[in-house]
């Protein structure tokens, strides 16, 4: 089986999972723009008499990049858990091309629908907020498609625990929040905070499509550098994990 049936394979099972719990999808929809505009109100009310635009579209923007961060973080970790709990997860193993492959490969699919999603969220939100910002959504896909891979290697990471532990969400969790920091700290140029995940490339992000400038191919070549690093060491420490599991005979525990 090649990359291209793979892909195609979990693209349809991702859809169809939408479509038969639309109303999960519709209410997980619902909640995060809610918690956006609950957040956003409540931000513009703590800053009355300032000067709020550039605050606010940096506020829309960076809630964006959280839910990107958020969703590409998930697509491994969440997906292998969930596996695990339903009992299914030994059978993933068999599959022709392996493991690593099919979980890259999902995880591809699932990236590319939650831009999609996350393309709806923003506006719903802006038309929630009435608050718009000029986004270029071309530019913004490649420039997150690039950083993507840093958090990919946080959720092989992460997996990799899952494998062992087999209940890991607390830490999963305590990621998610400090992805809404991580998103706002500064990684560009070079500074301490570049050598963190996905840093780079939320501020590479922040300069190109909020601040509209050039795209620095300097700044472009430390995003990618923090993005292979950090998915190469997540897939190493994943099937080490991976290794550990098999000789403990724990992939089809829970």
């Keep these: 089986m090649n990359y291209f049936d793979l892909f195609i394979n979990e693209t349809k099972v991702h859809f169809f999972e939408m479509r038969q719990y639309w109303f999960e999808t519709v209410t997980a929809l619902l909640m995060i723009v809610g918690i956006f505009v609950g957040l956003f109100f409540g931000v513009k ?7 709020e635009g550039d605050s606010l579209d940096g506020l829309v923007f ?12 998930n697509a491994v970790a969440k997906s292998i858990i969930e596996d695990t709990q339903k009992g299914y997860i030994e059978h993933l193993f068999m599959c022709p091309a392996g493991f690593s492959k099919l979980m890259l490969t999902r995880t591809l699919a699932e990236l590319i629908i939650g831009y999609g999603y996350l393309i709806l969220i923003a506006f719903v939100a802006m038309w929630a907020t009435d608050n718009w910002i000029d986004i270029n959504f071309f530019w913004l896909f490649c420039l997150l498609m690039l950083a993507a891979p840093s958090l990919v290697g946080l959720g092989f990471l992460i997996s990799g625990l899952a494998l062992l532990f087999k209940k890991v969400e607390t830490v999963g969790m305590m990621l998610s929040l400090a992805f809404m920091g991580l998103v706002a700290l500064d990684g560009l140029p070079f500074n301490i905070f570049t050598l963190l995940p996905f840093v780079p490339g939320a501020s590479l992000a922040r300069d190109v499509i909020v601040a509209q400038q050039p795209v620095n191919l300097v700044h472009v070549g430390i995003v990618a550098l923090n993005s292979l690093v950090y998915c190469l060491v997540g897939l190493m420490v994943f099937r080490r994990m991976e290794k550990l599991a098999k000789q403990r005979n724990l992939i089809g525990k829970y």
């Design 45 to 51: 009310s703590l800053m009355p008499g300032m000067s």
């Design 62 to 73: 960076g809630f964006l990049l959280w839910s990107f961060a958020s969703s590409a973080y």
